[in-house]
């Protein structure tokens, strides 16, 4: 038996990284017609995706070349040609600093190997057994903190919480200590913008998943923490500093991300209450309703590539040593392959594949977990909320944000059970 | 039932499908996709999918 180890909390304890957080993804309400202002003149426009949301500078890649890559073809000509758009060089100065040596950092051959073996964790056969045995338990009890009210703020009481909880489940974290594993996994993210909290997170979490490996190594049980640590690759086991940066990666890339998609998912269909009510009478939309919701307000808008030979893209010459923006909420609302792309549409018919977990090798490797807890949790509030609607008294919810949108509040009504 | 998987993003190969995209026509049978084919999510080879239960 494992006695899980103390996770330490930031020596000042009134830091508080999520205000820090929300400052640095901004408040913009709608990007989206700038986007395609942008996305109108070229597919290639010299400058910055964060530049035209905010002056804030950006103290790590500010002084950099920096191109923004725009339009479906455009960006998955990106994502698709990594021997040319490396990754490495692109996020060595941010997530790199934050979460060490882990596969975003990486490219061909060593981002292969070890990207395999993580997926394998995550293959859809694999987590859909999660759906019953970690995603509804938490999904329920959360839910029995309000579900007696006839009132809720889903957002505050429920999306910012079920997808951290699902991966405490994971790594069996004591719940007492769940706060503290949240707050040191946004304050990680720090490093990027130069505050020490960044790096005295990292390594609090690296010191917890260390010894969290070691006890595993040890007495490996059924979990995901001792299949990581043990399994083997070419009669290899993953080193020690790819699996903690992976397992650090994962409260943001799996945390974070699913947190903002399933607020996003709640918000559209609330807001479209004629699209809500289809879904309740056949549950089977579900799934075109997370793609959906993933394509209108993908939690992802824009991520980094690094272009490593003189090159370019339809036509446009790339310079070798050039940083591209490639911003996935112009794909996803690229007119071209989206008619009326702005319009939320969980009917769409023979439309491509939208990029919101990107393309190529490195894909999304949780898209099976987000869709399988996002189905969760939608089902749930629709069996156990009935007659579920905006709050009239209440603010309508605004999605904001001009790098990972997410609205603030979400305030509902429902029959009270 | 089983069906073929890419190993690296978990992409499954539907032969009722194909892949249309990459010119793969619908009811092509696996056998008959080109070696030189790719996973249209991921980009990873024909030889890294494996027979899996979904
Ligand atoms: C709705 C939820 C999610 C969205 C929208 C999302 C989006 C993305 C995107 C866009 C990328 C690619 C970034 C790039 O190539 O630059 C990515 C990569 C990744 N995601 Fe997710 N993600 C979600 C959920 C998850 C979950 C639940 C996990 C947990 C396992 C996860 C783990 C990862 C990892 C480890 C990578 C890096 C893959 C690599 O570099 O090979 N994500 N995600
Ligand atoms: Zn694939």
């Known amino acids: 038996m494992t006695v899980m180890p103390k996770l330490e909390d930031l020596v000042d304890q009134s830091f508080d990284p999520f205000v820090v957080e929300k400052l640095s993804t901004g408040d913009c309400p709608d990007p989206y017609p700038r986007i395609h202002e942008l996305a109108a003149r070229s597919p290639v426009i010299e400058g910055s995706y964060r530049m035209q949301f905010t002056d804030v500078p950006d103290a790590q890649m500010g002084h950099l070349p920096q191109v923004m890559v725009l339009g479906y073809d455009a960006v998955l000509h990106v994502l698709t040609n990594p021997e040319i758009f490396r990754n490495k060089e692109a996020f060595a100065p941010n997530l790199g600093k934050s979460f060490g040596n882990t596969v975003t950092v990486m490219d061909a051959p060593e981002h292969t190997r070890f990207r395999k073996i993580f997926q394998k964790a995550f293959l859809p056969q694999v987590v859909a057994k999660w759906g019953e045995s970690v995603v509804d338990p938490v999904v329920s009890r959360l839910m029995e903190n309000f579900i007696h009210r006839g009132e809720a703020d889903l957002i505050e009481e429920f999306t910012h919480h079920y997808p951290f909880q699902v991966i405490y489940a994971q790594v069996e974290l004591d719940p007492a200590q769940g706060p503290t594993f949240h707050k040191l996994a946004i304050a990680q993210l720090l490093s990027s913008i130069g505050l020490p909290q960044g790096p005295e997170a990292s390594g609090k979490l690296g010191a917890f998943f260390t010894e969290l490996l070691r006890q595993k190594r040890a007495n490996p049980g059924p979990d995901l923490i001792s299949h990581l640590a043990n399994v083997e690759a070419d009669g290899e086991k993953l080193p020690d500093d790819v699996l903690v940066s992976f397992l650090r990666q994962l409260m943001n890339a799996g945390g974070d991300t699913t947190y903002r998609g399933t607020s996003v998912l709640l918000t559209a269909l609330l807001t479209h209450p004629d699209q809500l009510a289809a879904v309740i009478a056949d549950r089977s939309l579900i799934p075109a309703a997370i793609e959906e919701a993933l394509r209108w307000e993908g939690p992802v808008s824009s991520t980094f590539r690094y272009c490593s030979v003189d090159t370019e893209i339809m036509g446009h010459p790339i310079k070798a040593g050039t940083y591209i923006n490639t911003v996935l909420a112009s794909a996803n609302r690229d007119p071209e392959k989206f008619p009326e792309p702005d319009k939320f549409d969980i009917f769409r018919k023979n439309t491509v594949r939208n990029l919101a977990f990107a393309s190529g090798p490195h894909l999304c490797i949780g898209q099976h977990l987000a869709r399988v807890e996002m189905t969760r949790a939608l089902n749930a509030i629709l069996d156990r909320m009935p007659n579920l609607r905006l709050d009239p008294d209440k603010p309508a919810p605004a999605i904001i944000g001009h790098l990972l949108r997410v609205p603030e509040h979400l305030w509902v009504k429902f029959d009270a059970s | ?54």
């Open chain 2, 1 to 54: 039932m089983k069906a073929w998987m890419c190993m690296n993003c978990g992409w499954v190969y539907d032969q009722a499908t194909g892949d249309p995209m990459s010119g793969i026509a619908p009811g092509t049978a696996w056998e008959d996709v080109p070696d030189d084919w790719k996973c249209p999510d991921c980009g990873a080879e024909k030889a890294d999918f494996d027979m899996e239960e979904i």
